[in-house]
Protein backbone atom coordinates (compact mmCIF):
# COMPACT_ATOMS: atom_id res chain seq x y z
CA UNK A 1 0.00 0.00 0.00
CA UNK A 2 1.42 3.69 -1.06
CA UNK A 3 0.20 6.31 1.04
CA UNK A 4 0.76 9.78 -0.03
CA UNK A 5 -1.32 13.13 1.42
CA UNK A 6 -3.44 15.05 -1.40
CA UNK A 7 -4.45 18.51 0.11
CA UNK A 8 -6.11 17.61 3.24
CA UNK A 9 -6.38 14.43 3.15
CA UNK A 10 -4.74 11.26 3.03
CA UNK A 11 -5.02 8.92 -0.25
CA UNK A 12 -3.99 4.94 0.16
CA UNK A 13 -3.31 3.40 -3.08
CA UNK A 14 -3.75 0.01 -3.55
CA UNK A 15 -0.17 -1.94 -5.94
CA UNK A 16 -2.87 -3.33 -7.77
CA UNK A 17 -4.45 -0.23 -8.85
CA UNK A 18 -5.38 0.47 -13.17
CA UNK A 19 -2.20 0.84 -15.01
CA UNK A 20 -1.89 3.25 -17.91
CA UNK A 21 -2.25 1.70 -21.66
CA UNK A 22 -2.90 3.44 -24.64
CA UNK A 23 -3.32 7.58 -24.80
CA UNK A 24 -6.44 8.19 -27.66
CA UNK A 25 -5.68 11.02 -30.21
CA UNK A 26 -8.91 12.18 -31.54
CA UNK A 27 -7.96 13.23 -35.33
CA UNK A 28 -9.64 14.55 -38.70
CA UNK A 29 -7.01 13.22 -40.39
CA UNK A 30 -5.88 9.77 -38.93
CA UNK A 31 -2.73 9.29 -41.21
CA UNK A 32 -1.61 12.43 -41.19
CA UNK A 33 -1.65 12.67 -37.60
CA UNK A 34 0.05 8.71 -37.04
CA UNK A 35 2.36 9.78 -39.63
CA UNK A 36 3.29 12.92 -37.74
CA UNK A 37 3.89 11.18 -34.45
CA UNK A 38 5.65 8.28 -36.13
CA UNK A 39 8.41 10.58 -37.34
CA UNK A 40 9.02 12.60 -34.02
CA UNK A 41 9.06 9.04 -32.19
CA UNK A 42 10.80 6.95 -34.29
CA UNK A 43 7.63 4.44 -33.83
CA UNK A 44 6.08 2.36 -36.45
CA UNK A 45 2.50 3.37 -37.23
CA UNK A 46 -0.19 0.12 -37.35
CA UNK A 47 -3.42 0.02 -38.57
CA UNK A 48 -6.01 -1.87 -37.09
CA UNK A 49 -9.52 -1.63 -38.33
CA UNK A 50 -10.56 2.14 -38.42
CA UNK A 51 -7.84 3.16 -36.55
CA UNK A 52 -4.15 3.53 -36.19
CA UNK A 53 -1.64 2.41 -33.11
CA UNK A 54 1.81 2.72 -32.26
CA UNK A 55 4.46 2.43 -29.75
CA UNK A 56 7.90 1.99 -28.78
CA UNK A 57 7.61 -1.73 -29.04
CA UNK A 58 5.45 -2.04 -31.57
CA UNK A 59 4.18 -5.43 -30.29
CA UNK A 60 0.59 -4.87 -29.14
CA UNK A 61 1.37 -7.74 -26.05
CA UNK A 62 3.96 -5.32 -24.96
CA UNK A 63 2.98 -3.58 -21.60
CA UNK A 64 4.53 -0.36 -23.06
CA UNK A 65 2.20 2.67 -23.52
CA UNK A 66 0.54 3.15 -26.93
CA UNK A 67 -0.46 6.24 -29.01
CA UNK A 68 -4.07 5.31 -30.72
CA UNK A 69 -5.27 7.73 -33.54
CA UNK A 70 -9.37 7.50 -33.57
CA UNK A 71 -11.16 9.67 -36.43
CA UNK A 72 -13.84 12.16 -35.57
CA UNK A 73 -16.26 14.02 -37.36
CA UNK A 74 -15.49 17.29 -35.05
CA UNK A 75 -12.25 20.06 -35.39
CA UNK A 76 -10.79 20.36 -32.11
CA UNK A 77 -12.20 23.70 -30.97
CA UNK A 78 -10.39 24.37 -27.09
CA UNK A 79 -7.31 23.69 -25.97
CA UNK A 80 -6.70 19.94 -24.72
CA UNK A 81 -6.61 19.03 -20.93
CA UNK A 82 -4.17 16.10 -21.33
CA UNK A 83 -1.02 16.69 -23.54
CA UNK A 84 2.33 14.75 -24.07
CA UNK A 85 5.59 15.81 -23.50
CA UNK A 86 8.63 15.00 -25.48
CA UNK A 87 11.79 15.24 -24.55
CA UNK A 88 14.95 15.60 -27.21
CA UNK A 89 16.96 12.58 -27.75
CA UNK A 90 20.29 13.40 -29.33
CA UNK A 91 20.35 16.90 -29.95
CA UNK A 92 19.25 20.42 -28.10
CA UNK A 93 15.69 21.43 -27.82
CA UNK A 94 16.15 23.98 -30.23
CA UNK A 95 17.11 21.88 -32.71
CA UNK A 96 14.23 18.96 -31.86
CA UNK A 97 11.72 22.01 -32.11
CA UNK A 98 13.38 23.00 -35.53
CA UNK A 99 12.78 19.06 -36.75
CA UNK A 100 9.11 19.15 -35.33
CA UNK A 101 8.37 21.96 -37.35
CA UNK A 102 10.09 20.52 -40.65
CA UNK A 103 7.85 17.66 -39.53
CA UNK A 104 4.40 19.56 -39.32
CA UNK A 105 4.13 21.02 -36.24
CA UNK A 106 3.91 24.68 -35.24
CA UNK A 107 4.86 27.10 -32.14
CA UNK A 108 1.67 28.21 -30.00
CA UNK A 109 0.92 30.39 -27.34
CA UNK A 110 -1.26 29.62 -24.77
CA UNK A 111 -0.21 31.92 -21.79
CA UNK A 112 2.12 29.94 -20.46
CA UNK A 113 4.98 32.68 -20.22
CA UNK A 114 8.51 32.55 -19.62
CA UNK A 115 8.94 28.59 -19.08
CA UNK A 116 11.88 25.98 -20.22
CA UNK A 117 9.79 24.08 -22.72
CA UNK A 118 7.92 24.95 -25.68
CA UNK A 119 4.53 24.65 -26.36
CA UNK A 120 3.61 23.13 -29.99
CA UNK A 121 0.64 21.90 -31.98
CA UNK A 122 0.74 18.91 -34.29
CA UNK A 123 -0.95 18.58 -37.54
CA UNK A 124 -4.29 18.07 -36.01
CA UNK A 125 -3.74 21.02 -33.59
CA UNK A 126 -3.40 18.79 -30.72
CA UNK A 127 -0.82 21.01 -27.73
CA UNK A 128 2.28 19.10 -27.13
CA UNK A 129 5.33 20.26 -25.26
CA UNK A 130 9.07 19.18 -26.07
CA UNK A 131 11.08 19.50 -22.69
CA UNK A 132 14.70 21.07 -22.04
CA UNK A 133 15.98 18.01 -20.36
CA UNK A 134 17.81 15.21 -23.09
CA UNK A 135 16.91 11.79 -22.94
CA UNK A 136 20.42 10.81 -23.36
Known amino acids: MLTFRRRSCVVECALMASGLVEINVDCND ?3 AAEFW ?3 LGWKPQREREWVWMSASGDPRQRDIKLVFVKVPE ?3 VKNRVH ?3 APRGVDQAAEVARLEQLGARRIDIGQGDVPWVVMADPEGNEFCVLG ?3 D
Open 30 to 32: VER
Open 38 to 40: AAA
Open 133 to 135: RRL
Open 75 to 77: SKS
Open 84 to 86: IDV
